[in-house]
């Protein structure tokens, strides 16, 4: 992959901005409130321009890795701090970057321990935005613990619903997976014979094929773990239900992404031959989770447990992209990662408005929602029709992309999945018509509806998805100037 | 001149040892007075330490070796001894007047300590460590107690005793095989005896000594009683600058195996997996926090001997960051223990409930401490594990990582425990901490330490690579 230095360190001050703002936020008072709100806004929504910008100007003719910025760390391991953009994690930068910015305006509300609750947050997108751009494998462990472990802390102080079950569940699943992902990291590391943790030059070595094979099943489980695939996607269910809005959202719509991203990044690019030796398991763990989460979500009550679980079924769909390894099934998987994110992250933005104001979540006790809060229910509902794949949002294209990569390349399975979508779409209508569309529940009906500031942050997720679903081309060209040289590299 | 030169900051710490012997004798007990003198003089020593840096010689008719080496574990010590003189402030563990004479032990300790670095002859290593060993063999039972503190010095000075006679017994089977007393001499012959069971058997029993320090399996059992019996302030000097002094000579010793690797290498795996895995493992049902953090240091050892047993300069150099981050992080929860448990009695987990709402530092200062020790980024622990486990990789040990990794996982539970009592739970009468300013300072200091290294441990590393070069002979 070709690089292109950059003369400006966006990438560094885009991961920065986040510290910078905690540093800030660590001498203000408790008692200022607003200002360590401002900050914490001013911060994401900085990084969210500088993310902006790379998506933007991410030359597309010129394509391989671009804005990169590259230092000896520590010379005697052969560690660099090593960050760049491609096709790859542009998307994904760009949607750490809406996700943050809204999720802070969404929390805009809360009162309880708001200095701490804002800097943890900051630290886990510092985590987040680094492992998209990190191109050194040391870089990219570091950030990828930076971002798991401050969610142990924000569940357990602002959750709700089994919280310390929850948080201890959550942290010791992701641990576990990290204690996976060490010695599969390492095994490339010493085998390459280079003592180099720089993803560009390993990608160089040709590892022997047990070497490939093994660390490719220990990435795929490690990050696996992560992008909650079928059967270690437990934690993720309890964990959202557990965790306070803006963390669902961030956790839903960002942090399982990492584990997808990890797989593609790391296990994908540099043991092609572990990736062919292991493909068809990896598929069929996909098609389960998609099934699995549609079915099981069905019997589900609670809003937030049905999102849990399509988030499921949903990141299923990426994973089965990732495993057919054509360039639709990675197209659409990227896209997917992007939209599935935004689509996760409405969704909990939704639904943790309405569960401020109703403190439930039940979809029976909430009846005919809609009479009552309108505003606050077409979000959900345009984030649920989003998720059953309805045209003109961004998730149709990705699913297309990967169905029809997935029944190309797995055949009768891939269709299996599909028509499992098809369950997807009851799902999401019977929810919608429950808690929205049945007789008002009257405990409610004094309730005030979304005020435009408070539905701003879900009014740019709608944005996003509205954008890039008429719009596919916009990202999909961007997806391709890396997915093409990707697959060839196969 | 030059002699004194190299023997500058055991001189130093000797001196000191001389001046807090005298105020041991005063008639009126003035433990104010010895508190300062002692917290001024430690942190002289770290002067004396970071002067003498970049000596090099030897001393001694050789048998004492002054390099980079021995030179940054003595300025780790004696950063050690000053981190501990500065939770000394409140001593309650110890009657007043026996202030003086416990400074006075901790500084000979701290001699017998530097001279273990420097030492390269089998006899100077023994009287070395014989002299750190027995000036703690008298601090333990110093304590104030109801006789926990006789039970712990009495276990400690058994085993010390046993391990000794184990490696003098090793000692003295290499002796016989190389007729000398010299590592230098010895190194040489090492090849070929290292294939006979004489030279093996010698190399392991004379390591006895040393993983007694280190609190290594099989000779363990010691720590959690001698942690949970000593003063508070003592117990964080023998979980740090002892183990810092005992990884030094490790280092050295282990040299001697580097020609000749594959048994010599597996019998240090055993130990390290069965020390990690059993540390991390009865730690989890600990509920004493001491008792805990004595099993934790069981598990540490095994990593610790995870890059020694590698034997090659990756390893080394970063067991050599690791120790000294070991030292920083453990010292960081000995400080919140020792704080938070004013009256010098032992903590369990639980009175650390809403530590939170008491001081909201030290409770921050406990989870970047208790987070490092877990291998939680961006910590100094987190960097020094992964670089140990990226040389233990390096040399084809993919099991041990494996296992290394997954012992990681187990000991977070224990230690989010810690936190979630911190964090998480509710005071009810437990009074509040009011750290002094100066331990406020450390504290910020400490936490800056943890993340700065963590970030940006190129200095340490590139530090400990060149301080490598000179016990790493071949």
Wanted: proline letters at 4%.
């Amino acid at each position: 992959m070709a690089e292109h230095l950059t003369n400006f360190p966006y990438l560094t001050c885009m991961v920065l901005s986040p510290v910078i703002g905690i540093a800030i936020i660590l001498f203000l008072k408790e008692e200022q409130k607003f200002l360590i709100r401002a900050v914490s806004l001013v911060s994401a929504g900085i990084s969210l321009g500088f993310s902006i910008y790379t998506f933007v100007a991410y030359d597309r003719a010129l394509g391989g890795l671009q804005f990169v910025e590259k230092y000896e760390w520590v010379k005697g391991f052969g560690i660099s701090y090593f960050v760049g953009v491609d096709g790859l994690n542009a998307p994904l930068l760009l949607l750490t970057g809406i996700v943050i910015f809204t999720g802070v305006l969404t929390m805009w509300e809360l009162e309880l321990r708001v200095k701490e609750y804002f800097a943890f947050m900051l630290f886990l997108v510092t985590g987040v935005f680094g492992v998209f751009m990190s191109m050194d494998m040391f870089f990219f462990f570091l950030f990828y613990e930076i971002a798991v472990v401050p969610m142990y802390v924000l569940i357990l102080i602002w959750g709700s619903t089994r919280k310390e079950y929850a948080a201890m569940k959550l942290t010791l699943y992701l641990m576990a997976g990290s204690g996976l992902i060490i010695p599969g990291l390492l095994l490339l590391y010493a085998t390459s014979g280079l003592y180099t943790f720089d993803l560009l030059k390993l990608h160089g070595v040709h590892f022997s094929p047990w070497v490939q094979k093994l660390t490719f099943v220990l990435l795929l489980f490690g990050f696996g773990v992560l992008a909650a695939m079928w059967p270690f996607h437990t934690w993720s269910p309890v964990g959202h239900v557990a965790a306070p809005t803006a963390v669902s959202m961030l956790h839903a719509g960002v942090l399982m992404k990492l584990g997808s991203y990890g797989i593609l990044r790391i296990p994908m690019y540099l043991c092609p031959e572990g990736f062919q030796y292991w493909s068809s398991l990896f598929g069929l763990l996909a098609i389960c989770g998609i099934v699995y989460g549609v079915f099981v979500g069905l019997a589900q009550t609670d809003l937030k447990y049905v999102i849990g679980y399509s988030s499921v079924s949903h990141m299923g769909i990426v994973a089965l992209g990732l495993a057919t390894g054509t360039v639709d099934g990675l197209n659409g998987s990227v896209f997917q990662m992007f939209a599935h994110g935004i689509m996760t992250a409405l969704f909990f933005s939704a639904v943790g408005y309405i569960y401020d104001r109703t403190h439930t979540r039940e979809i029976h006790e909430l009846g005919g929602f809609c009479k009552i809060m309108p505003v606050a229910s077409a979000f959900f509902i345009t984030a649920a029709l989003c998720g059953a794949g309805v045209p003109g949002f961004a998730s149709f294209w990705a699913e297309l992309l990967v169905f029809i990569a997935a029944v190309r390349v797995f055949g009768i399975g891939g269709l299996i999945a599909l028509a499992s979508i098809v369950v997807g779409a009851l799902f999401a209508l019977r929810v919608v018509q429950n808690s929205f569309y049945n007789e008002p529940n009257p405990k409610f009906t004094h309730l005030e509806d979304v005020s435009p500031f408070l539905g701003l942050p879900r009014m740019i997720l709608i944005a996003t998805l509205i954008l890039f679903g008429i719009f596919p081309s916009l990202m999909l060209d961007l997806i391709k100037t890396a997915v093409v040289p990707f697959i060839s590299g196969l | 001149m030059k002699a004194v030169a190299l023997f500058l900051p055991e001189l130093y710490f000797l001196l000191m040892a001389l001046v807090l012997f005298f105020c041991s004798l005063r008639r009126q007990t003035e433990p104010s007075k010895d508190f300062r003198l002692f917290l001024a003089m430690s942190a002289g020593g770290i002067l004396v330490g970071a002067l003498s840096l970049f000596q090099q010689g030897s001393l001694f008719f050789a048998s004492y070796q002054v390099d980079l080496f021995s030179q940054v574990f003595k300025l780790a010590l004696a950063g050690g001894v000053f981190l501990v003189a500065l939770i000394c402030h409140r001593l309650p563990g110890v009657e007043d007047r026996f202030h003086a004479e416990f400074y006075l032990f901790l500084t000979t300790c701290t001699v017998g300590m530097m001279m273990l670095v420097s030492a390269v002859e089998l006899l100077t290593i023994y009287i070395s460590l014989e002299l750190a060993s027995y000036s703690l063999y008298i601090l333990i039972p110093m304590r104030q107690g109801d006789g926990i503190d006789v039970e712990a010095g009495v276990k400690y000075l058994f085993i010390g005793a046993v391990s000794s006679c184990f490696m003098l017994f090793g000692l003295s089977y290499l002796f016989g095989a190389t007729h000398s007393t010299y590592l230098v001499d010895i190194l040489p012959k090492m090849p070929a005896l290292l294939a006979s069971p004489v030279g093996l058997l010698g190399l392991i029993l004379s390591l006895a000594g040393f993983f007694f320090k280190l609190s290594l399996f099989p000779i363990h059992f010691w720590a959690p009683d001698v942690y949970q019996g000593g003063a508070n302030q003592l117990v964080a000097y023998i979980a740090t600058a002892s183990k810092v002094a005992a990884v030094a000579i490790l280092l050295r010793f282990a040299a001697l195996g580097s020609s000749y690797g594959y048994s010599f290498a597996q019998i240090l795996v055993f130990l390290s997996i069965v020390s990690m895995t059993l540390g991390n493992l009865v730690a989890i049902i600990q509920k004493d926090f001491k008792r805990m953090l004595a099993y934790s240091s069981i598990a540490h050892a095994g990593y610790i001997l995870m890059g020694v047993l590698t034997l090659s300069e990756s390893g080394y150099t970063s067991v050599i960051y690791y120790a000294v981050a070991y030292l920083i992080m453990n010292f960081t929860c000995f400080m919140v223990l020792s704080e938070v448990a004013d009256d010098g009695r032992d903590l369990q987990i639980a009175e650390f409930a809403g530590l939170y709402h008491r001081s909201p530092l030290l409770a921050l200062a406990l989870m970047m401490g208790l987070f490092s020790l877990a291998g939680v980024p961006p910590s100094i622990g987190f960097t020094g594990k992964l670089l140990i486990f990226t040389s233990a990789m390096n040399q084809g040990y993919f099991w041990l990582v494996l296992i290394g990794a997954v012992n990681g996982t187990i000991s977070l539970y224990y230690y989010l425990r810690v936190v979630y009592a911190a964090y998480f739970m509710d005071p009810g009468d437990l009074p509040k901490v009011v750290p002094s300013p100066a331990i406020r300072w450390t504290t910020y200091a400490l936490i800056l330490i943890i993340i700065g290294f963590g970030v940006f441990p190129m200095h340490v590393v590139d530090l400990a690579r060149t301080a490598v070069k000179f016990v790493l002979y071949t």
